[in-house]
């Protein structure tokens, strides 16, 4: 694949930007190195300066980065906005509780008397260059997300970016830079997929995380633990969303859309499979349908719309014989399921908000993920077969409960196989909460303090005298 910034909404090329040779990859994996030796010495007070002093630059530009990612794909405009403020936000979060989060931590007195030690405590040390592998459908904040606590923390960041964002992956290196982090502190890799391998396998390299699909994450994985080298996967989901017979129709059904069609349908933690308890299947169907059906559907760039085209042909393609596959096999289509018929989006790759019902266990989309403007929603007569349904899936990201029964409450938290539960709204990431899932979604934490201490040295300091 081209490294390349093509417009989605019309399918144009804009840019087409050369891979770095092998010699210029050397040059910053060596500058990376250098850059790591002198900022594992940094004070937190050092490292929150800069980082706050990044957050400002970020708000500042917040426009021109929207833009950029709009522009590369496909992104609402007000939604990509919102992307780059929060990515300011999560940085300041970082700079203000680094230190705290990697504070050196004391045993109890009498397990180190047991242990014949006189003292011993903790520590949380960098590790070094972290290669961060990252996808296109949140190009700011998915790097942010690793990039913030990363560099609180003493590391240091490569990025490979998709192929499709490279623009956007530039800017975020300019961004650091501007800030005033010393040079190598964070790097963006023009590479293609074919040199990510020689990366992830240089001794400069001392870890990876992943953000995107199934198969990307095996890939990386396989080569990182043949390298004995840590990672962090956070994969693809088809995240449950249970109506339950105590909720608020309405409130869901609303939510529910919007859950849905966010990043125009292209998110991980997108609610996609619609599991509705019987007593209230029908009034929910014929809100959510409706919602959906009325959805403006155009141009990114343009306020007021609020779904764009899918970021690549080939990601339309894949939604469309998903879509085929479940008709095929009876699925019934209450809304959309098919390219918008006006002229002027026709060269672009946009696909209708599309609601499904009558899927079955036969059908591809009951347990591939669905990655754009495409629900499928299931029928249940009780909250046993909504947690059986909402478990068929080999996905365990996240999920979206909507009930106000305590005893609903304690079963789904019991029993729901996912990283997260939602009560009565929709799935949504913050610095302050571990971010990441189980089964094929992928392992490891992001955010919070689980997510800064995935990548440091949890080293054990003791004393016999």
């Known amino acids: 694949m081209a490294i390349a910034t093509v417009n989605p909404a019309d399918g144009r090329t804009v840019e087409v930007f050369d891979p770095l040779d092998e010699a210029a990859v050397e040059h910053r994996l060596a500058r990376a190195q250098s850059a790591f030796e002198s900022w594992r010495l940094t004070t937190f007070a050092h490292r929150a300066e800069l980082m706050h002093r990044a957050a400002e630059l970020l708000d500042r530009a917040n426009d021109e980065i929207a833009r950029t990612m709009t522009l590369e794909m496909g992104k609402p405009l007000a939604q990509a906005r919102a992307e780059a403020a929060k990515c300011a936000k999560a940085m300041r979060w970082y700079a203000d509780r680094a230190e705290a989060l990697l504070a050196d931590e004391h045993p109890a007195a009498e397990d180190v008397a047991d242990s014949g030690g006189a003292s011993a405590f903790v ?115 088809s995240d449950p969303f249970l109506v339950l017979p105590s909720a608020d129709v309405a409130a869901a059904a609303e939510r529910a859309v919007t859950a849905r069609v966010q990043n125009n349908g292209q998110s991980c933690i997108a609610a996609k499979r619609f599991v509705v308890h019987t007593d209230v299947y029908e009034e929910f169907l014929s809100a959510f349908t409706a919602r959906m059906r009325a959805l403006t559907v155009g141009d990114p760039m343009a306020e007021g719309t609020e779904v764009g085209p899918l970021a690549t042909e080939q990601g339309r393609t894949d939604l469309e014989e998903l879509v085929a596959d479940a008709v095929g096999h009876g699925a019934s289509v209450e809304c959309g399921g098919g390219r918008p018929d006006d002229p002027a989006l026709g060269g672009g790759w946009y696909y209708l908000p599309t609601v499904l019902t009558g899927v079955t266990p036969r059908m591809r989309i009951h347990r591939e993920e669905a990655f754009g403007p495409v629900a499928t929603v299931y029928r249940v007569a009780d909250l046993d077969e909504a947690i059986a349904v909402a478990n068929d899936s080999p996905f365990g990201l996240s999920s979206n409960v909507w009930t106000t029964d305590d005893a609903d409450r304690e079963r789904c938290v019991r029993d729901l196989r996912a990283g997260g539960v939602f009560f009565n709204g929709m799935t949504a990431s913050h610095p302050a909460f571990p971010f990441g899932g189980v089964k094929r979604s992928g392992y490891g934490r992001e955010l919070s303090g689980h997510g800064i201490r995935e990548f440091c040295n949890v080293t054990t300091v003791w004393s016999g005298s």
């Not at 949380?124 to 690793?146: I, K, S, T």
């Not at 890799?189 to 390299?205: P, Q």
């Open 123 to 237: 520590r949380y040390r960098p590790l070094g260059a972290v290669l961060a592998v990252m996808p296109w459908n949140f190009p700011f904040w998915q790097v942010v997300r690793f990039a913030a606590p990363a560099l609180m923390a003493g590391n240091v960041g490569l990025l490979k970016h998709a192929s499709n964002v490279p623009r956007t992956a530039l800017a975020l290196e300019e961004l650091f830079a501007r800030a005033g982090f010393p040079q190598g502190c964070f790097q963006t890799l023009l590479i293609g997929s074919s040199t990510v391998e020689a990366v992830i396998r240089d001794e400069r390299v001392a870890a990876v995380t992943l953000t995107g699909s199934e198969g990307a994450g095996r890939s990386v994985a396989a080569v990182a633990g043949d390298e004995i080298k840590k990672t962090v996967l956070e994969l693809g989901g």
